[in-house]
């Protein structure tokens, strides 16, 4: 009797045995940390699958355990399907429970770039195409190539970007990043434009854009912007012409070497607001929402002039020639 209620017992230890085995394994593989003593970057590359992953992890000497623990671990809890391809940072703390919720969620490395009010298109076409984390796909890296893939209708792509800083996972592609850029700039447009002010010059948004562009090049101080609008606007109801620098630099990029010459500002090209009157044909830089909004909000008043004071940045605005020339004489000249 009692050598058979022993080896009844025998699979019933056998049991016990098994089910302690497996919690301690199992209490391995939920609190061991991964193998490594810094941050790391591990890609996920597309139509990798829950095995590979977990054989590359063990072959990198991140996994501090058997490729099998991770592979049966998600497919019990049925989200070795639900893998998204990425950039992911993986931490020294880090279980492999954790790694697989990071690789289920979508939780990638997010790199930025930051496109700078007053860059011109193919500055931030240059940045964006040679970033290490944005997969390039234009080809030639132009602007006009740019805006072939994102909006055929425009032919020129000059100050069709939103300058903010933008995040985006490894892998995005130029073109992608780019046509987030040219939306949110279309959104912004849009939205200044329906709010606008009364009585403008501009018979488009494309114009206000334009407008924005200068403003953008002319001022770097927020509170003069919408004064610095208010001069140009008064000066196109007035048929006087703009008569400011950066289109004129804008029109000579390519020879301009830093000193503004007189003979530059009588050479007539489609930017030479000195020789032709109205707005540039194009905008001239990537303008600012703040730059927008002064083009679209220009400051009342009677100023048609403005000089540099050499002062923060600052200008000294003027209603007529002559305190103008006297303004010119005294910040430009040196001379009281």
């Not at 019933?12 to 970057?41: E, G, K, W």
């Not at 070795?80 to 492999?96: C, F, N, R, V, W």
């Not at 912004?188 to 403003?215: C, F, G, H, N």
């Not at 489609?270 to 990537?286: A, E, K, M, Q, V």
Request: include cysteine.
């Amino acid at each position: 009797m009692k050598q058979l209620l022993s080896k009844s017992l025998i699979p019933a230890i056998l049991a016990a045995l098994i089910c302690t085995v497996v919690i301690m394994q199992y209490n391995t593989f939920t609190t061991s940390p991964l193998a490594i003593d810094s941050p790391v970057s591990y890609t996920v590359k597309p139509g990798s699958n829950l095995k590979s992953i977990s054989e590359e992890l063990k072959a990198q000497n991140i996994s501090p355990l058997p490729p099998i623990y991770l592979q049966v671990y998600g497919r019990i809890n049925d989200v070795s399907h639900k893998i998204q391809a990425g950039e992911y940072e993986l931490l020294p703390t880090d279980t492999l429970p954790d790694v697989l919720n990071k690789l289920v969620k979508g939780k990638v490395i997010m790199n930025s770039i930051t496109i700078v009010e007053g860059m011109t298109a193919q500055q931030i076409i240059d940045e964006v195409t040679t970033h290490t984390k944005i997969t390039k796909t234009l080809d030639p890296p132009t602007v006009a190539e740019a805006m072939k893939n994102i909006d055929p209708e425009i032919k020129q792509g000059e100050g069709w970007f939103l300058p903010e800083t933008y995040y985006f996972p490894t892998g995005t592609t130029d073109v992608q990043f780019l046509r987030r850029a040219h939306e949110q700039l279309q959104k912004v447009l849009a939205q200044a434009w329906e709010y606008r002010a009364k009585d403008l010059p501009y018979k488009t948004p494309y114009e206000a854009l334009i407008m924005a562009s200068i403003i953008e090049k002319e001022t770097a101080l927020a509170e003069e912007r919408p004064e610095i609008s208010g001069v140009f606007v008064r000066r196109l109801k007035m048929g006087m012409r703009l008569q400011t620098d950066p289109t004129v630099i804008y029109g000579i990029s390519q020879s301009f070497d830093g000193n503004l010459r007189k003979k530059d500002l009588t050479t007539d090209t489609p930017y030479n607001t000195y020789t032709r009157s109205g707005l540039p044909p194009t905008p001239i830089c990537l303008p600012s929402r703040e730059s927008i909004t002064a083009a679209l909000h220009p400051k009342e008043g009677d100023s048609l002039y403005f000089v540099a004071t050499g002062e923060g940045g600052r200008h000294q605005f003027s209603s007529n020639l002559r305190d103008h020339n006297n303004a010119v004489r005294r910040y430009q000249l040196n001379k009281k």
